[in-house]
């Protein structure tokens, strides 16, 4: 092989190299849920690539297979190559003939050594890593073409590394589900604002949403002393002009020192004729003060009623309205009225 050409098959594997390097790390890196995305959008890479995600081991394998063969490949033109090149290059410079043979050989293998690490590993294992959606959706129909082309080894390898991986009560790379726990979901979510891929505000909602799960009505109700309510033997257009100063959407109804129930104010002003307050009163949801806030607005949820009036036993505590609860996930929520 003349040392143009073996130059030439030289550069080929070191591109190879690359793309096999560059493919494994970009497969591996890449977000499924965006390549499914993707895909059902009906981009055609996209579709390609769920491929290869979706047998993310078998496509791993033909990256290990592609790999090692362009390794050798470049082992054994590498080495030679260089050493045409650099015997002459010696020679002129004034080495002696004897030394000549062991630098070439020396230097021939440190250069296509370097640039096998460097130009076939390292740089596209970087950019896969950094553009690993882009790379995969490069890459991906080219992959599947190697992996048919070489599936008979690619089955062979995949069978033996599964024997081994049963030996020690392991499972392929897909097969072995990868699950967060909440702590890990923040680092996550944290790393991802730092990157610039959450703001700051959907990072304050993420947070308050892991909070959420840990409240209890005590927490975010409001204090009895705080509450306005509205008393059943209070007159029709009295209560009217409390609603107007007290500017609420919703009252808790009180009759003999006891909460019936809550009077929605919308109720009172759509009316005609003035009416008994008693004919307005809506069921309210009653709870405890532990009562977790999850369940609470399940239960607001279920029975469509956006207030719940707390107990600790038998004593009245405060009130939570539906606005509260969200309050506690997205921020201050001005009211209708304000």
Sequence with gaps: MGTTLSLITFILLLVLTAFFVATEFAIVKVRETRIAQLSNAGEKKAIAAKKVVDHLDEYLAACQLGITITALGIGMVGESTFEFIL???FSSIGIPEAWIHPFTIGGAFVIATFLHV?????????????KAEYITLLFAKPIIF??????????LLNGAARLILKMFNMKPAKESEVFHSEEELKQLIHDSHEGGEINDSELHHINQAFKFDNLVAKDIMIDEEHVKTLNLNTRFDDAIQQIKIDAFTRY?????????GFIHSKSLFNVEQPSKLETFVNPIINVKMNTPLKHILEMMKKRKVHIAAVYNDDDFKGIITLENILEEIVGDIEDEYN
């Excluded at 460097?118 to 950094?130: D, F, L």
């Excluded at 808790?252 to 019936?260: L, S, T």
């Design 118 to 130: 460097v130009v076939g590993e390292m740089a596209p294992k970087t950019i896969a890593i950094q």
């Design 146 to 155: 190697f992996y048919k082309l070489m599936y008979p080894f690619i089955w």
């Design 87 to 89: 015997h002459p290059l």
């Design 252 to 260: 808790p109804a009180v009759k003999d020192d006891q909460i019936v």
